[in-house]
């Protein structure tokens, strides 16, 4: 079959459920991985025939697709940060919001490495822990961007640290994972400089807001709070990472939209200062940061 009649088969099914950029997206994404041809070299080959195995490789994808299966998974793969990671159903897939609170975080350790820079060599090894890994997106990416940092990285899934750590060699990258329940711990192993999270902040009363393709195929574990503790997560690691941040270290976190001034309020309260809150790029409060003085 000619992919061009493919293509018209592929947008009719898909039309009904998806925006026709998105549909746009995921054919040419399909086209990439299963063909290994760019959209520029199909459009100079308009009557390029798919054998039966790579059509087969397709009408796979599109049944997936019709289920509302993210392409992510059908594909394996996604990038964060400019990185290659591999995905599965043990990961949540990245969202550029988390991309956000990665460059903020490399900024502040820059700007602070160059106000330090008379005092010690710029590239003063740092400690980072991140915890609730998943695919490893946030502690690789800070890893490949600040070298001389020491990453450390925690999650409860085994199946997510697996995936993670496949990602850390892939991208040709030092990361100590550790597998651990952060709800049971009583201490954090070492002191850091820089300690972030991006836990599960979802409460079962926003579920109705969520897209079918996100509640029907990312892992719940990562996502999901009860309703009545919405904030559970960040405050074990708020009261964990008083002990184990330095003079000064950070503490970050990706939140909950809808609890900003809650967020706020529960750093204070367990002894937090300079807190700040960050809007994303669609002008919502979607990561904090807070430090400690002596």
Same mark, same amino acid.
């Given at each position: 079959?000619?992919?061009?009649?493919?293509?018209?088969?592929?947008?009719?099914?898909?039309?009904?459920?998806?925006?026709?950029?998105?549909?746009?997206?995921?054919?040419?994404?399909?086209?990439?991985?299963?063909?290994?041809?760019?959209? /520029?070299?199909?459009?100079?080959?308009?009557?390029?025939?798919?054998?039966?195995?790579?059509?087969?490789?397709?009408?796979?994808?599109?049944?997936?697709?019709?289920?509302?299966?993210?392409?992510?998974? $059908?594909?394996?793969?996604?990038?964060?940060?400019?990185?290659?990671?591999?995905?599965?159903?043990?990961?949540?897939?990245?969202?550029?919001?988390?991309?956000?609170?990665?460059?903020?975080?490399?900024?502040?350790?820059?700007?602070?490495?160059?106000?330090?820079?008379?005092?010690?060599?710029?590239?003063?090894?740092?400690?980072?822990?991140?915890?609730?890994?998943?695919?490893?997106?946030?502690? $690789?990416?800070?890893?490949?961007?600040?070298?001389?940092?020491?990453?450390?990285?925690?999650?409860?899934?085994?199946?997510?640290?697996?995936?993670?750590?496949?990602?850390?060699?892939?991208?040709?990258?030092?990361?100590?994972?550790?597998?651990?329940? /952060?709800?049971?711990?009583?201490?954090?192993?070492?002191?850091?400089?820089?300690?972030?999270?991006?836990?599960?902040?979802?409460?079962?009363?926003?579920?109705?807001?969520?897209?079918?393709?996100?509640?029907?195929?990312?892992?719940?574990?990562?996502?999901?709070?009860?309703?009545?503790?919405?904030?559970?997560?960040?405050?074990?690691?708020?009261?964990?990472?008083?002990?184990?941040?330095?003079?000064?270290?950070?503490?970050?976190?990706?939140?909950?939209?809808?609890?900003?001034?809650?967020?706020?309020?529960?750093?204070?309260? /367990?002894?937090?200062?300079?807190?700040?809150?960050?809007?994303?790029?669609?002008?919502?409060?979607?990561?904090?940061?807070?430090?400690?003085?002596?």
């Amino acid at each position: 079959m000619k992919l061009k009649t493919y293509k018209t088969e592929f947008y009719a099914q898909l039309l009904p459920l998806f925006p026709e950029t998105e549909v746009e997206s995921f054919f040419y994404l399909l086209t990439e991985a299963y063909l290994e041809k760019t959209r /520029i070299q199909l459009a100079l080959d308009p009557n390029f025939e798919l054998n039966s195995t790579q059509l087969q490789q397709f009408e796979k994808a599109l049944q997936r697709l019709l289920q509302q299966e993210p392409i992510q998974y $059908i594909l394996g793969d996604t990038e964060f940060f400019g990185y290659p990671f591999q995905v599965n159903q043990h990961t949540l897939i990245p969202r550029p919001e988390t991309e956000e609170l990665v460059a903020w975080i490399i900024e502040d350790v820059k700007n602070k490495n160059q106000a330090n820079s008379h005092h010690k060599p710029l590239n003063s090894k740092i400690t980072v822990l991140d915890i609730g890994t998943g695919s490893g997106c946030i502690p $690789i990416s800070l890893a490949k961007e600040l070298p001389q940092a020491k990453v450390n990285s925690i999650d409860v899934s085994e199946e997510a640290l697996q995936v993670a750590r496949k990602n850390s060699t892939l991208n040709n990258i030092e990361v100590n994972f550790i597998q651990q329940d /952060i709800l049971q711990a009583e201490n954090l192993p070492e002191k850091y400089d820089v300690i972030v999270s991006n836990p599960p902040y979802v409460r079962e009363l926003e579920k109705e807001q969520m897209h079918q393709n996100v509640l029907d195929f990312e892992p719940k574990l990562a996502l999901f709070v009860e309703n009545d503790d919405p904030l559970i997560f960040y405050r074990k690691i708020a009261q964990l990472a008083k002990n184990a941040l330095i003079e000064n270290g950070k503490l970050y976190f990706e939140i909950n939209e809808y609890l900003p001034e809650e967020m706020v309020s529960l750093l204070e309260e /367990i002894g937090y200062q300079d807190i700040e809150l960050k809007k994303d790029i669609f002008g919502k409060f979607r990561m904090c940061k807070a430090s400690l003085r002596a």
